[in-house]
């Protein structure tokens, strides 16, 4: 079971950024996915998950109505949009893989490499 998260960079508040966890070794039938992020100094926290079945999750307020999960089976593919990007935003994000969606990274067994993503003007 592989994943690896790209597509961060540095982008002015406002803006937006999508971000791709390509997986490789399993179905995304599977595992439900999860995204992440870890700000420096902070813990890593749970931003959005999809289950195998297609479920949609987004745990912190502060990203409802910005962010948007969404995943495509035949590539093996999970994205996460992000629009109106605030400073706040500022983190590395990882994608990874659980049994079940959970916002609690400890519930995750799979992870990628994150993608640094930089909100700034």
């Known amino acids: 079971v592989q994943l690896q998260a790209y597509g961060g960079g540095l982008v002015q508040p406002g803006g937006s950024l999508r971000l791709s966890c390509a997986s490789s070794g399993f179905s995304l039938d599977e595992y439900d996915i999860g995204w992440f992020r870890q700000a420096p100094g902070k813990g890593r926290e749970g931003v959005s998950c999809?289950?195998?079945?297609?479920?949609?999750?987004y745990y912190p307020d502060s990203v409802r109505g910005r962010f948007t999960i969404s995943s495509d089976n035949a590539k093996n593919m999970v994205y996460l949009q992000m629009n109106s990007l605030k400073p706040e935003d500022t983190a590395v994000y990882y994608c990874a893989t659980s049994d079940r969606c959970r916002s609690s990274w400890a519930f995750y067994d799979y992870w990628g490499q994150g993608t640094q993503v930089t909100v700034s003007s």
């Open positions: 999809i289950s195998s079945s297609g479920g949609i999750t």
